[in-house]
Structure formats: structure tokens, C-alpha cells
């Protein structure tokens, strides 16, 4: 069995997509790097629907139509908004993806690298607004209806919706196995090549970036599983100004306190562990009614929380 990679870059991060399958073909007669270059095209091709940052995706497009009739969207963004509502009911609220007004108050109105080299956000507006929720959002078949005031922000849950569904369908198209990383959001299925386990290793964000982490985790799958996945959140990056960050808390508008500086949540599908990731920063009372079958490193700024994964020393990351 051989492996085939591509790394790029995509949704403001750092992409990766491996796919795992015979030397000659997969399954299905399609070769592993025909897979993989297969699995890169889908990612820009989301991106190119979800991005906020571009005027004519259909994202952009969607939050320009709020307050008017039900919007045609195609699937996958039926299905991003699907995912927001169910995690945004799931959470009471703390993972919300109607901040995007609050986020381009602060300063975070355009790629996040223009935003570190922009001398403006030294000095941002402030929002004084109310974070208006999903409870008015409505979805139908190929169809979203946006309320008056109401704009989405996909953040990190379109990049773990988006490494979910590269991986199953390259699964379908006939790869063994598929492990997609889209900047932290990792999603994985079927099998390893011939390695006995997945095995990822979460890194301890409050350790400088080039020293040795002060904390090593991994979490493993055994081979053949259909689908898993692992995500963090964390207010330790995407920092700008004065200490601003990307995580806002709905109920002010404003970046979180930092009672936790980090996340990381495995579990079934990287978008719902990225909902929850979020949610726990937001309302650290979260942490004690995780879904069943997730698991977590939850760390504040001088203390473990919670520590479900397992030391590691020689972890490969796959």
C-alpha cells in the first residue's frame, strides 16, 4: 500500500490531504495521487462557496441577501448552515456563528494575514450591538432564509465540515484510507496504510513554537474506522492588536476572557468537535456536558482542566 500527499495552502491555513491506497489503483481503478490531487481541488472548490473574505462566494452573496426571500444555495452550503443551527442549538447558544459583525469590528474584516500587516486595527471600532443568534435562521431544501442583521461566519467550523466531507468522499471514490488536516481540523477514515493505528499528536499551544512543547498528547483510532475526527481551538493564535483574538464571546462581542486558552476535541465529525472546541472557550461550564464518544485536552493558562488523551513521547503524526 502506498500513500500519496499534498500540501497547500487554503482557507487561510495550512492544508494537507493523504490518501492511502494500492500502488496502482485504488478500489475503484483510481490511483492514490489521483485521489489526493482529487481531495485538493474540493477543498478550494469549498472554499471558493464558504469564504467570507471573497465577495463572490456564495457565502458572501447569502449574507448580502439577508432580510430578503429564501436564497438558492447549493448543497454543500445548505449543509454548512445545517451544521451551524445544529451546533449553535447544541451549544445553548455559545458556539455562534452570527459574530461575524463583532469580528469585523475588532478588526479581523479581511485575511488574517492583511489583518497583522494593516496599521488600522491598532485602533478598531467597537461593537455595541447585540449578537443576534441562529433562532430565525431557516433552512430548506437548497434554500437558506438569513433574517434582517444576521451574517455567517463559517470560522473553523467550514474548514472541519470541509476536511469531513473531503474524506468521505474520497473514501467513496475508492481510497483505503484518507486523513485531511485543514490547519488543526483533522478528519480521518478506513485505514492507515500499514501502520497498526491512526495516531495524531495535539500539541500544547501554550509552549513557544520553537521549543519542545511543555505537553505532548496523541489520541489513536484502530485501522478501518469509518470516520473520526480531531480539532482545537485555542486563543493563543490568530492575535492581533492589542492581544485581540478570534474567539468572541456572544454575549459580549467581544474575544473571550481566556479562563481557557486551548481546546481539543476528538470525536465523530471535525465540525461538531470544532462547535465544541469553541463552545467550551466561550462557556467553560460546556466542558462537563461534552457529547458521548468525545474526548478533550482542556487547558488554562497555568493548569490541565481535563487530559483524556494519552502522554506521548515518539508519537508519529500521521
Not at 190 to 209: F, L, N, Q
Request: negative net charge; charged residues 25%.
Amino acid at each position: 500500500m502506498t500513500v500519496a500527499k499534498r500540501k497547500f495552502p487554503a482557507m487561510g491555513t495550512t492544508c494537507s490531504v493523504s490518501v492511502y491506497g494500492s500502488a496502482d489503483s485504488g478500489r475503484r481503478g483510481r490511483a492514490p495521487e489521483s485521489l489526493a490531487a482529487l481531495g485538493e481541488q474540493r477543498v478550494m472548490l469549498l472554499e471558493a462557496l464558504w469564504s467570507r473574505f471573497r465577495q463572490d462566494s456564495e457565502l458572501s452573496r447569502l449574507n448580502a441577501h439577508a432580510g430578503q426571500v429564501p436564497m438558492s444555495v447549493s448543497k454543500e452550503t445548505e449543509t454548512l448552515v445545517r451544521a451551524m443551527l445544529s451546533a449553535w442549538q447544541a451549544t445553548d447558544g455559545a458556539f455562534d456563528p452570527t459574530v461575524l459583525h463583532a469580528m469585523q469590528a475588532a478588526g479581523y474584516d479581511r485575511d488574517f494575514a492583511e489583518v497583522i500587516a494593516a496599521e488600522c486595527i491598532a485602533a478598531p471600532s467597537v461593537f455595541d450591538g447585540a449578537i443576534p443568534g441562529m433562532s430565525e435562521v431557516a433552512v430548506g431544501e437548497r434554500s437558506v432564509r438569513l433574517p434582517m442583521g444576521v451574517s455567517l461566519d463559517p470560522g473553523a467550523i467550514g474548514k472541519g465540515l470541509a476536511a469531513d466531507m473531503v474524506v468521505e468522499e474520497l473514501l467513496l471514490a475508492g481510497a483505503h484510507g484518507v486523513i485531511v488536516d485543514l490547519g488543526g481540523d483533522i478528519a480521518l477514515g478506513g485505514v492507515p496504510g500499514t501502520d497498526s493505528m491512526w495516531s495524531i499528536a495535539v500539541r500544547d499551544e501554550r509552549s513557544p513554537r520553537r521549543q519542545p512543547a511543555t505537553s505532548r498528547r496523541h489520541v489513536s483510532w484502530k485501522p478501518g474506522i469509518g470516520h473520526a475526527a480531531i480539532a482545537t481551538s485555542t486563543t493563543l493564535k490568530r492575535r492581533w492588536a492589542d492581544s485581540r483574538h478570534h474567539i468572541v464571546d456572544p454575549r459580549t462581542g467581544s474575544s473571550t476572557d481566556e479562563t481557557i486558552v486551548q481546546a481539543t476535541i476528538a470525536g465523530a465529525r471535525a465540525w461538531e468537535c470544532e462547535a465544541w472546541a469553541t463552545a467550551v472557550l466561550v462557556r467553560p461550564s460546556l466542558l462537563d456536558v461534552l457529547p458521548r464518544g468525545m474526548t478533550a485536552l482542556v487547558l488554562a493558562q497555568d493548569e490541565v482542566l481535563r487530559d483524556d488523551f494519552t502522554d506521548d513521547v515518539e508519537t508519529k503524526v500521521a
